[in-house]
Each structure stands twice: as C-alpha cells, then as structure tokens.
C-alpha cells in the first residue's frame, strides 16, 4: 500500500515562518517522522511540496492508479481552491486534510475549508503530531479496504463454485 503526502503553500518555510502559530519543526523533519512509521508499518510513502495550485492538482491526478492513500494540507489553498477539491474528488483516493493550527479558532476566513467535505477526515490543531495522527487514520483505512476487497474476493470465489 502506498500514502502520497502533499504538502501546499509555504509549508517549505515551516521552522521559519510564524514559529508561534507552526512550532519550530521543519518540514524535513515532519518527514523524516512519517518516513520511519511508514517503514515500521511497510507501507510505501512518497512527498510532495509545491507552492503552485496547479501542481498540486497535477500531483493528485498523477496519484491515480498508483497511490492508495493521499494525505494532505493544502495550507491556504484549503479556504480557496475548488481546483484542489476537484482533483481530490476526481480521483476517488481516500483522503485526510491536515492542519497544523487550529484553523476554526484562528480568522474567519480559515474556518471554511473547501477540501475536507472530499476527504475522510481532518486532522486540525494537532501540530507536526497531526501528521502522525493521519498516518494512524491511514492505515486504519488501508485495514478496512483489504478486508472488503478480501470479503469481496471470498464472494466472487463462493459464486464462481455454485
Ligand atoms: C495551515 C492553515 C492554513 O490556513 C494556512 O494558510 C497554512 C497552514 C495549517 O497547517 O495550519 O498555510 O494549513
């Protein structure tokens, strides 16, 4: 099974940028965190960073066919994009939206998210610990669809004897 991590808009600048609302974490190292509970749980895991909402869309798209799993922040592509939710709808890969901050307690204008209702679920107010948080969430996800394409094979196999 394999998880697509892609990261939005000036998530590069996390250790740099607003340290009090971010932490002083560094993205690598949010990475590094992931990459080795990936590698305990054997599940492949790939990253992507990019500040161009284009790209992103292309990256999602790019997921189909290959990733089982996407999780991601679309920073501040979050409150506008309906490109992003598009390309997360389109593909039909569970999903988990991350957010270091708390969005809902912060402007008003982060509160709406235009890509969690095309998600599994949303991680907010977590810090770097969110990501860990998704991860759990993933696998818990990745466990229910071999178990239905496991019941479904089963199925199919009981049919074909009759
Ligand atoms: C963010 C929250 C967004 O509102 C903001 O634009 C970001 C980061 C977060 O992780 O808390 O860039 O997605």
Known sequence: ???????????????????????????????????????????????????????????????????????????????????????????KIPAIEVHLSNIHAREEFRHTSLTAPVCAGQIVGMGPFGYHLAMIGMLEIFNQVNAMRQAQQQAQEAAQQK
């Open 1 to 91: 099974m394999k998880i697509v991590v892609i990261q939005g808009p000036n998530l590069n600048m996390l250790g740099v940028r607003d340290q009090n609302v971010y932490g002083p974490m560094k993205l690598e190292d949010i990475h590094a965190q992931m990459k080795g509970f990936a590698e305990q749980n054997k599940v492949e895991i790939e990253f992507f960073q990019s500040n161009l909402e284009g790209e992103i869309v292309d990256r999602i798209q790019e997921c189909m066919g290959d990733a089982d799993g996407i999780i991601i922040n679309p920073a501040a592509y979050t409150h506008t994009s309906i490109a992003i939710r598009d390309a997360l709808a389109a593909v």
